[in-house]
């Protein structure tokens, strides 16, 4: 039965190096529709463009990037290192939930090395939470409330560590070495941030640090690249690990 995945992660490029494989294997091998969504559109990540410009850019390179497997791409319009659980963020991520209907939503690590990423986690959790009850902002919210609590997933942490370098461990792994190159080719329409750290770096360090942790979480599970995740098991969450049924853990 074909369904509908949804990642809400902070940046425009934050799903190209978290789940993107995850997201192209459950649209080619399942043939699901795909939903990735990015909090904000990269507003500060230019030390050349001003805010609204790179923003313009950075929404039409986070589009193209969900192109190349056929997702939609939507924006949640906040800003970068401004992103802060409160109503107004909740509401939009409940509108967009109740809009695309996901049975599995994808989000940032609880503990991750900065606060965008942690608070989206945040609004995220609340947020799918929030998309079942009926009552909620429903004087304001004309979307249609979920029928149940879609199935969390939260990726690793960038560099799989928190903010006192311990390691964040993932349950379980997807193997993503058969979509590797798409993943890359995803990740390489993000142009403004690549040429950025070209120029900083004089390398491609871009794609090269995402195909290196995919291989560190890989490698230790005999898989060439690897994602991974763990799963929101607190009370009124879905318990069965469908991501891990879709597609096979390692
Ligand atoms: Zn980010």
């Known amino acids: 039965m074909a369904d509908v995945i949804l990642s809400v992660l902070a940046h425009p490029d934050d799903a190209e190096f978290l789940c993107a494989g995850t997201l192209t294997?459950?649209?080619?091998?399942?043939s699901w529709g795909v939903h990735i969504a990015s909090m904000t559109p990269g507003d500060c990540g230019s030390a050349e463009l001003p805010p609204d410009e790179i923003a313009r850019v950075r929404r039409a390179e986070g589009a193209a990037a969900a192109a190349v497997i056929g997702a939609a791409y939507h924006c949640v319009e906040e800003r970068d290192l401004r992103?802060?659980?409160g109503e107004g963020p909740l509401e939009r991520v409940v509108r967009l939930l109740r809009q695309v209907r996901p049975a599995v939503v994808l989000t940032h690590s609880p503990a991750d090395y900065m606060l965008d990423h942690e608070q989206t986690s945040t609004i995220v959790r609340a947020a799918c939470f929030a998309a079942a009850v009926p009552n909620f902002l429903c004087e304001r919210i004309a979307e249609r409330p979920l029928e149940h609590v879609p199935h969390l997933y939260y990726c690793d942490a960038i560099e799989g560590k928190d903010l006192f370098g311990?390691?964040?461990e993932p349950a379980f792994?997807?193997?993503?070495?058969?979509?590797?190159?798409?993943k890359a080719e995803m990740l390489g329409r993000h142009a403004s941030q690549r040429e950025w750290l070209r120029k900083q770096h004089g390398m491609d360090?871009?794609?090269a640090a995402m195909r290196q942790w995919g291989e560190e979480r890989g490698r230790p599970r005999g898989a060439g690249y690897a994602?991974?995740?763990?799963?929101h098991l607190g009370h009124s969450y879905p318990q069965g690990n469908l991501l891990g049924e879709l597609l096979g853990v390692v």
């Open 227 to 231: 994602e991974g995740f763990r799963q």
């Open 25 to 30: 294997r459950l649209a080619r091998e399942r």
């Open 166 to 168: 311990q390691p964040v």
């Open 83 to 85: 992103i802060a659980y």
């Open 173 to 182: 792994c997807v193997d993503v070495s058969a979509v590797i190159e798409t």
């Open 205 to 207: 360090q871009y794609v």
